[in-house]
């Protein structure tokens, strides 16, 4: 259960940010933070399997 509320709060957390940012007009701030997250997700990701060698040369 604590799980569970611990990812609700998460994702609270981020639909504040973008409500914050569509408030304030940095609306074109949200595609950068998106392109960040899925590149950090992929150098994690990358870390920890065997497909590390393959996404290193991407970079």
Same mark, same amino acid.
């Given at each position: 259960?604590?799980?569970?509320?611990?990812?609700?709060?998460?994702?609270?957390?981020?639909?504040?940010?973008?409500? $914050? $940012?569509?408030?304030?007009?940095?609306?074109?701030?949200?595609?950068?933070?998106?392109?960040?997250?899925?590149?950090?997700?992929?150098?994690? $990701?990358?870390?920890?399997?065997?497909?590390?060698? $393959?996404?290193?040369t991407l970079f």
């Amino acid at each position: 259960m604590r799980l569970i509320q611990n990812l609700v709060s998460r994702f609270a957390i981020a639909g504040e940010l973008l409500q $914050f $940012f569509w408030q304030n007009k940095w609306w074109w701030l949200t595609p950068m933070i998106i392109v960040l997250l899925i590149v950090g997700g992929l150098l994690i $990701f990358a870390q920890s399997s065997a497909v590390a060698p $393959f996404i290193y040369t991407l970079f």
